[in-house]
């Protein structure tokens, strides 16, 4: 009934679970440029005139917020490579994560947009701003500032999420936990380990919002209340 | 001279409703005209038709000689050439007193951030709120922030200026200053349509007055036809106010 | 290799209801073991409450998946030889418990102060506020959240598929191990997870603009 702990065991592969944490980080980094792009714009589209666009970027979003993102991986990843789709691991990993993550950024940054009132808009109009220049300018950047606690939440969690990607054997930080712990017999200390890491790397991703936050808004770094 | 502003049988629908029911009138080149009437009457939406933030069914408008209602229009001209300010200021919260200014100038007409920099000086200092710029509007007063607008509208340089009862949000005390800045522009020689609830700046301060009722111009005239009403419906207005 | 039969849809139904099972189960522990940390997290006793807050953010810092495999290998190791679906409801329960814990702790924080204050000068005991005063307030704001955190809940039971327990993913992965029609079995596994969630998510959002009224942000 007794368990010895055996960290140790896992000192030769702090190699891999330094690599695995990389590429988790690169996932990520990659799916939160790609899916905050895609999230800002099906929000323009959920809001634009054409109900058809409408319709469209609100199917996506529901339909990925509704169902499983192991499902999604699996339609996605097994689904192209059976049309002859064969993509890097990487990149099919990172390309689910941009699908995933794109709905719920979708969804944030509308309430965000939301809150933007109609006279705003009407103001930009008066001073002659052109349409995307109002979306830029007055639409976009106060919804941004506004949601992102929200968001970067969200990018935190699908950080978290990305682990989900070891089932489809992208290399990344479970993965490799995966295979560690089947050559070292070590499972418990292994998860252990990889659970400490993905603190660590949350923990890092709050941070490194924090401080581009703090970079990008100015006027929270210098009234720090929320707009 | 041809006039800066003119309506002529203006009509304008929400869906069923007709809110503008055949409206004319023109504003001369440097002429103060100020619009009262009661709520509803159609002031703002008369406003908003002349810079196009409504567009109309029947009737033209033209202003400094532009077809207002002119499908073609190019709109950035348009709005170069008119300012407005609204009742509830409408300044950007995200930007500062000095950003809120220089935008319109840096996007629409590409100025340098220096001179629109130097720019937003000017126009701060002609409503007297030169220490604010670069301050955020939530630190500013109600009556700050519209200061501001106004200052914002000025950076663009228009020829006329809309106001829509922009010290209707404001406390009594904070309005004084707002009327101030601008009947020292009227005094400027700046061409105004102003929708306003007060009487004693109208009287004051505008050429010509014009009584709006129920969608059209009722009665019109110099800023003494407020002592001498010649209709009821004025002369019930006047007396129980809004 | 053969085509999609209403067998398979009835092994996908079957398994659907796995999924349910799993659901129920892990979001009742989780309700309970969430209600305790949110007992915790409004504690007026420091270290209970840092303690808790400690735990909430392991938790929620932590892949489910990896809890997961630490509750499925570890329990393993001191003896206890779990059935897959065991551990996955325990280890739901834990995600469970942090997640609702800390939405709760929102709640019940945003009942007024002075709601509390007066009933404590009516002399009631701290545990006779919470019941009678702070939850049947709290509980209002608390259900649209708390119906949307369900669907969360419900969308992760497929990660039970990992450790081999035969809920909707892993009884499509295993139709699809023998058709190999990934779009097609995926994609009914997934119209069978919107079935089940989108309901939810809808009412979840009704019951957040009934408890608004209706009203809308301010700006
Ligand atoms: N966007 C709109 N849609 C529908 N009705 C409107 C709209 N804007 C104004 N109205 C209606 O038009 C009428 C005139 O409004 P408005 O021009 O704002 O009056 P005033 O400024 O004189 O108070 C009112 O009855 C108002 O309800
Ligand atoms: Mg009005």
């Known amino acids: 009934m007794r368990y010895q702990f055996d960290f140790g065991a896992l000192l030769p592969y702090w190699r891999d679970f330094l690599d695995g944490a990389l590429t988790t980080l690169t996932m990520t980094a990659f799916a939160v440029v790609f899916g905050l792009a895609i999230g800002i714009l099906c929000a323009i589209g959920r809001r ?12 996506y979003v ?41 709905a719920y950024t979708a969804e944030i940054v509308r309430a965000g947009m939301d809150t933007i009132h109609p006279g705003q808009i009407e103001a930009a109009q008066a001073l002659g701003l052109s349409q995307p220049q109002i979306y830029w300018d007055v639409i976009l950047r106060p919804a941004l500032e506004r949601v992102y606690p929200a ?52 923990v890092l991703l709050k941070l490194a919002f924090y401080g581009f936050g703090q970079l990008i808004f100015p006027r929270r770094r210098r009234l720090g209340t929320p707009l | ?57 029947s009737g033209e408008i033209e202003l400094c000689g532009r077809r207002v209602d002119d499908p073609a229009l190019d ?9 407005m300010v609204f009742q509830s200021y409408n300044l950007f919260p995200h930007l500062t007193v000095a950003e809120n200014i220089t935008l319109a100038p840096r996007r629409v007409r590409r100025t340098p951030p220096a001179e629109a920099r130097r720019i937003a000086e000017e126009v701060l200092t002609r409503v007297g709120l030169s220490d604010k710029i670069d301050a955020y509007p939530e630190q500013l007063s109600g009556g700050q922030q519209q200061r501001v607008a106004i200052a914002r509208s000025l950076a663009m340089e ?39 609830h007060e009487m004693a700046f109208a009287r004051r301060v505008a050429d010509r007055v014009i009584f709006m009722h129920t969608g059209k111009v009722w009665e019109t005239g110099p800023g003494s036809m407020l002592a001498d009403p010649q209709t009821p419906e004025l002369k019930e207005f006047l007396a129980n106010g809004l | 290799m053969g085509g999609f039969t209403l067998t398979h849809f009835l092994y996908l139904l079957q398994a659907t209801g796995w999924t349910v099972v799993l659901t129920l189960l892990a979001f009742v522990l989780g309700c309970l073991a969430g209600f305790l940390v949110m007992l915790a997290r409004t504690a007026q006793v ?87 005063v702070v939850l049947p307030q709290a509980m209002r704001i608390a259900t649209p959240p708390t119906v949307g955190f369900l669907v969360q809940v419900l969308k992760n039971t497929s990660l039970a598929s990992v450790v081999g327990f035969v809920e909707l993913t892993r009884a499509s992965q295993v139709i699809n191990n023998s058709l190999f029609q990934p779009f097609l079995v995926f994609g009914i596994a997934g119209l069978l997870y919107f079935a089940l969630c989108y309901p939810l998510s809808r009412l979840s959002r009704a019951l957040e603009r009934k408890l608004n009224g209706g009203r809308r942000q301010p700006a």
């Open chain 2, 75 to 83: 709109l950035r001209a348009l709005r170069r050439d008119v300012g």
């Open chain 2, 1 to 57: 001279m041809a006039a800066a502003v003119s309506l002529r049988d203006v009509h304008k629908r929400f869906g069923e409703v007709e809110v503008l029911k055949g409206v004319s009138f023109e504003v001369a080149p440097g002429e103060v005209v100020a619009i009262i009437g009661r709520s509803g009457s159609g002031k703002s939406t008369a406003l908003r038709c002349v810079n196009r933030l409504e567009t109309i069914q």
């Open chain 1, 151 to 202: 968001l970067t939440g969200q990018f935190v969690l699908m950080m978290l999420a990305s682990s989900i990607t070891s089932q489809i054997s992208a290399e990344e930080l479970t993965a490799v936990a995966n295979n560690v712990q089947s050559f070292s017999f070590r499972a418990f200390e292994t998860y252990i380990v990889v659970a400490v890491l993905y603190l660590a790397l949350a």
């Open chain 1, 48 to 59: 634009s005139a054409s109900p058809l666009l409408q319709r469209l970027c609100g199917f």
């Open chain 2, 158 to 196: 228009p020829k006329v200026m809309l106001f829509d009862e922009v010290t209707s949000a404001l406390d009594p005390h904070l309005t004084g200053e707002v009327l101030k800045v601008m009947e020292t522009l009227a005094k400027g020689g700046m061409t105004m349509l102003v929708v306003t």
């Open chain 3, 46 to 132: 420091r270290w209970v409450r840092g303690l808790s807050g400690l735990y909430v953010d392991v938790v929620q810092g932590t892949p489910l998946l990896i809890v997961l495999f630490l509750i499925y290998f570890g329990l393993a190791l001191f003896g206890f030889e779990l059935p897959a679906i065991v551990a996955a409801a325990l280890s739901l329960m834990i995600y469970c418990s942090a997640f609702l814990g800390e939405i709760w702790r929102g709640c019940v924080q945003s009942v007024p102060r002075t709601q509390t204050e007066a009933s404590e000068c009516l002399g009631l005991s701290r545990w006779q506020t919470l019941r009678d």
């Open chain 1, 62 to 102: 529901e339909l990925i917020r509704n169902t499983p993102y192991i499902i999604q991986i699996f339609f996605i990843f097994f689904g192209l490579s059976s049309i002859g789709l064969r993509l890097p691991i990487f990149a099919a990993a990172v390309l689910t994560l941009v699908v995933n993550v794109g």
